[in-house]
């Protein structure tokens, strides 16, 4: 009877802690968020939900290639996700359906085809970051509303945890 009542509060204990740990996490590293556009096809597709570690850019600056979900300038109250083209002291230009970086054209294997208009160029001052939809035809990005400044990151897109036939790392 006292080893029943031991094994059921060790339970409870155990339980409790993965409770609390959980909603640390939760809150304070992984947030969920769900894809509501196009933006970012076809990596990413509307109705997906992702993970983003929001201690990512507290630790670490941001570096070309990531996936960023950020509080939108022109209205704080709404999130957006991106990646990151270019980082501070870079030059961006867009240009016959490609983009350079200092001049090089970068690989972008992820994303979707079609044509989109020329940028730049323009060079990324400190404390910002170019950011651009792997839809180009279809975002929303650095392109109309200008350079992100630092400050409004809020993490790194980290999983996609649903639909579970889509569930992979970023």
Do not use: C, H
Not at 9 to 19: P, Q
Not at 36 to 52: F, H, N, Q, T, Y
Not at 83 to 106: H, T
Not at 135 to 145: I, L, M, T
Request: net charge positive; no cysteine.
């Amino acid at each position: 009877m006292e080893q029943s009542k031991s094994k059921r509060k060790w339970v409870v204990i155990l339980f409790a802690i993965v409770l609390v740990s959980g909603g640390l996490l939760r809150w304070g590293v992984l947030q969920p968020y769900l894809i509501p556009s196009p933006s970012m096809e076809p990596g990413i597709a509307p109705g997906d939900r992702i993970l983003v570690n929001r201690l990512a850019y507290r630790l670490w600056a941001p570096t070309r290639g990531d996936i960023i979900v950020f509080a939108f300038p022109k209205d704080t109250k709404r999130t957006f996700v991106k990646r990151v083209i270019a980082v501070e002291g870079e030059k961006v230009e867009l240009r016959d359906n490609q983009v350079f970086v200092n001049g090089v054209s970068i690989q972008e294997p992820y994303v979707k085809p079609g044509d989109y208009p020329p940028f730049g160029p323009q060079v990324v001052p400190v404390d910002k970051v170019f950011v651009l939809g792997d839809n180009r035809r279809q975002s929303e990005d650095s392109r109309e509303w200008g350079l992100l400044p630092k400050s409004y990151l809020l993490g790194k897109a980290w999983l996609v945890y649903y639909p579970f036939r889509r569930i992979r790392f970023l």
